[in-house]
């Protein structure tokens, strides 16, 4: 699977969007982008995957960029609760190797 | 709650005793996976399930770590001889294999600390 980078930590007011980047040049064409958080002290909490489209869902956006190199989580309007480490994971959906492979994440931190 | 669910929550237990986790995964997925993560990292992938069948296990499950997922339904950790470095959060998750970008659902952990 794909490496990803992200930045270590982010801070973001409450009500404005939060923008996350995530940065995966060696993905594959058959891998999808997918991101999680970790609320702390909890498990793990899907957000939204994506292949090649624009996502978006009732927590978030995911854009990718068209050459699939990069994407960018957006919560458009941030609250105090979405303080958490946010994971960007990249994963290939053939048969037998369909597990997440976790990295440090970044922690993001919504100011009152 | 419909959700993957996890017991016990937390388990304090000593060194060289012998402790098991449980993981119900959500009803009909047939994929069940289990984590370990330690503070300040991102969770660890352990061993994972499709149906009863155990696919795969990382370096990381030593000989004294076994899970099991009898009849793929739920799953069970056990640990052996438990040492403090085995302090940490137990993760199940399960996801429903449909070949392509099927989605994990995580539970809440089991937190294990090793007096």
Partial sequence: DAKTTQPTSMDCAEGRAANLPCNHSTISGNEYVYWYRQIHSQGPQYIIHGLKNNETNEMASLII???????????????????????????????????????????????? | DTGVSQDPRHKITKRGQNVTFRCDPISEHNRLYWYRQTL?????????FQNEAQLEKSRLLSDRFSAERPKGSFSTLEIQRTEQGD???????SSLDRGSGNTIYFGEGSWLTVV
Avoid: W
Wanted: hydrophobic share 35%; aromatic share 10%.
């Fill in chain 2, 87 to 93: 302090s940490a959060m137990y993760l199940c998750a």
């Fill in chain 2, 40 to 48: 300040g990292q991102g969770p660890e992938f352990l061993t994972y």
């Fill in chain 1, 65 to 112: 960029t068209e050459d699939r190199k990069s994407s960018t989580l957006i919560l458009p309007h941030a609250t105090l609760r979405d303080t958490a480490v946010y994971y960007c994971i990249v994963k290939t959906p053939i048969q037998g190797a369909q597990k997440l492979v976790f990295g440090q994440g970044t922690r993001l931190t919504i100011n009152p």
